[in-house]
Nanobody, 125 residues
Framework: QVQLVESGGGLVQAGGSLRLSCAASGRTFSSSAMGWFRQAAGEERKFVARINWSGVSTYYADSVKGRFTISRDNAKNTVYLQMNSLKPEDTAVYYC??????????????????WGQGTQVTVSS
């Protein structure tokens, strides 16, 4: 069983930065891909970023490319999302997710096997 716990959300002004963390329990973290998704009020959950098991391959939604960076520390069983140049439209609940199928680019909710409870990010204008 895998448990994912996000932290680091909060309120920030436009142009500011936040770093989200997602701590994982269980033995599958270091061999699994990890993703970040977000869900704004009244909208579907959407893909933000993905990182493969080693951290060598990363993928981003066009809306965050160049502003957000996903990374991981397998020794700490933790994945991060560094968010810079935040915009009001980045306001959402952010979720981390684990995909036991490690290869390639996967951006659909159904591709991920385990989910955290989410952390709120609010960007004020």
């Amino acid at each position: 069983q895998v448990q994912l716990v996000e932290s680091g959300g909060g309120l920030v002004q436009a142009g500011g930065s936040l770093r989200l963390s997602c701590a994982a329990s269980g033995r599958t973290f270091s061999s699994s891909a990890m993703g970040w998704f977000r869900q704004a009020a009244g909208e579907e959950r959407k893909f933000v970023a993905r990182i493969n098991w080693s951290g060598v391959s990363t993928y981003y939604a066009d809306s965050v490319k160049g502003r957000f960076t996903i990374s991981r520390d397998n020794a700490k069983n933790t994945v991060y999302l560094q968010m810079n140049s935040l915009k009001p439209e980045d306001t959402a609940v952010y979720y981390c997710a684990l995909d036991r199928y490690n290869s390639g680019y996967r951006d659909t909710v159904g591709s991920y096997d385990y989910w955290g409870q989410g952390t709120q990010v609010t960007v004020s204008s």
